[in-house]
């Protein structure tokens, strides 16, 4: 699971891999795991969302280079889009909003409708 | 009403995602405390979340297990040896003068992996330990009977022998 979202935040195997590794070896891994708050799978999405940020950060210096533009979006996409810009780009949900201009509000609902669409069998 | 627009707003998806800030991730882990709906709508989309991300799951090359175990593996010796070195500096100081610095690794399970080499080298031990036991106890028997016989022949050269002036007489 935890390659799976490395790779669609880096999708060169080399640095995914290299991201997976640091991943493991983190001693963040162990803390999120025994935490009992938290559910392990959404603490090894979130690290491995980091940990693939962090090298991507890195390797390219993506965040705040390139800001896609609004217009190439559809209604319909938006949900996709925003998830896109904030989980696997790395951008923040006030700055995503800010830029779409649209409210914060908004951007999550987008986020929620995104999911709810997911979530459909 | 309030749970309602709370729940429907997004932030509880974002917050299971990470993709909340600091401040709206307490809200959350206040409000999930103290609310059960709220608890059970982010145990409920916790396992959507999980369900989708394993459904896209990419397993990774099969390779790099390996390269995991061993980064793990120095990493925690690495730990182990940070740990250490703070209580064990006095120590270290009065003795590394006429010891070599080893790093001593502690290790929490009951398995060693050892060279493959070792698995012939110790079939050949046994194997030679076990053909060096018969030929011991071989040879313990056939010494045995041998002082035996001796002994047989020497009461009987004993027996024989004062008979023997008689009859030159």
Not at chain 1, 6 to 34: G, K, T
Not at chain 2, 80 to 95: L, N, V
Request: glycine share 4%.
């Amino acid at each position: 699971m935890a390659y799976g979202i490395i790779l669609q935040i880096i999708p060169d195997p080399n640095l995914a891999q290299q991201a997976l590794v640091s991943l493991f070896a983190s001693p963040q891994i162990e803390q999120c795991l025994a935490s009992p708050s938290n559910s392990p799978a959404c603490a090894i999405i979130r690290l491995a969302r980091a940990k693939a940020l962090d090298v991507n950060r890195v390797s390219s210096s993506a965040i705040g280079a390139v800001f896609p533009e609004q217009s190439h979006v559809e209604d319909g996409n938006m949900g996709k889009y925003i998830f896109d810009l904030s989980f696997n780009q790395g951008y923040e949900l006030p700055a995503i909003a800010e830029r779409l201009k649209i409210s914060y509000v908004d951007a999550m609902k987008s986020m929620r409708d995104y999911f709810k669409y997911l979530r459909r069998p | 009403m309030k749970n309602y627009q709370y729940l429907t707003s997004g932030i509880l998806e974002s917050y299971l995602l990470g993709l909340v800030s600091e401040d709206e991730k307490q809200e959350v882990e206040r409000l999930a405390a103290t609310d059960p709906e709220i608890q059970a709508q982010l145990q409920e989309l916790e396992l959507d979340i999980e369900r989708h991300f394993l459904e896209n799951a990419v397993p990774p090359p099969p390779a790099l297990k390996y390269t995991i175990l061993e980064q793990i593996n120095k990493t925690e010796i690495k730990k182990w040896g940070t740990e250490k070195d703070d209580q064990s500096k006095q120590k270290d100081s009065d003795k590394s003068s006429d010891k070599p610095n080893y790093i001593d690794v502690e290790v929490d399970d009951t398995h060693i992996r050892v060279h493959k080499y070792w698995r012939p080298a110790f079939i050949a031990v046994f194997v030679l330990s076990k053909i060096f036991l018969i030929l011991g106890l071989y040879y313990y028997f056939k010494s045995s009977s041998l002082e035996q016989e001796i002994n047989r022949l020497k009461a009987t050269t004993e027996q024989a022998a004062p008979t023997l002036p008689k009859q030159t007489q």
